[in-house]
């Protein structure tokens, strides 16, 4: 199944939402808009695509209703999600954790523009497993430009197959945090400022 969701804000408006497939967004507040599943997604084999536009003047929270739970397919393991980030104005975006259960593939690709002037905390949890599972892979990437310039190129791996598994002792769970124009931020983890101006705070371990 493929799910698209397009959110886009605007200032002094309520913002305008359109969803196709197992994805719902519903505005909690003014400026709030919840994601719900409205179908169990990501099976193995789906595909979530989620664009999210704030223009100069407009703020935008982005939250989830309940954790994603990835979880295998009839036919393939993997499923897909997709971000892309347009922000001139305020984007806050907090989604609840994502847990790829049993033997999942999950792979999460965040493409992020802001314009000079543009404020941004972009959140992200992943859990390996639900209790006692060990065998799910997934993988994270994060392309982050201001006006065209790069600002962050990040990735992480997390489970089996990942460059960092290991039998013995290695992370389960990741927590990121990407602040921009901030650099002073309380983040889990590490906190490394960015030379082109926010920070990234990462964390791993064995579970959130």
């Known amino acids: 199944m493929r799910s698209d969701v397009l959110v886009v804000a605007r200032a002094d408006r309520s913002p305008h939402i359109e969803c196709a497939g ?18 169990a997604t990501p099976l193995g084999g789906d595909a979530i695509h989620i664009r999210l536009v704030v223009e100069s003047g407009a703020r935008l929270r982005l939250r989830t209703a309940a954790a994603t739970m990835v979880l295998p397919g009839s036919t393939t393991t993997e499923s897909h999600a997709t971000w892309a980030l347009e922000v001139a104005g305020e984007l806050d975006l907090d989604p609840l954790p994502t847990i790829v259960a049993a033997a999942s593939r999950h792979f999460a690709s965040t493409s992020l523009n802001l314009a000079d002037g543009a404020s941004l905390r972009l959140v992200e949890r ?37 460059l960092a598994d290991d039998e013995i002792a290695a992370p389960r769970a990741s927590i990121s945090e990407l602040h921009y124009p901030r650099s002073d931020v309380d983040a889990a983890g590490v906190t490394l400022a960015l030379a082109a101006g926010g920070c990234l705070s990462t964390w791993q371990g064995d579970r959130l």
């Open 126 to 162: 992943v859990q390996i497993g639900r209790t006692g599972e060990r065998q799910g892979f997934w993988s994270g990437s994060l392309h982050a430009d201001v006006d065209g310039t790069p600002l962050l190129r990040h990735r992480v791996e997390l489970g089996n197959t990942s």
């Open 22 to 39: 197992g994805i719902a967004a519903r505005r909690t507040e003014r400026d709030t808009v919840h994601l719900v599943s409205s179908a």
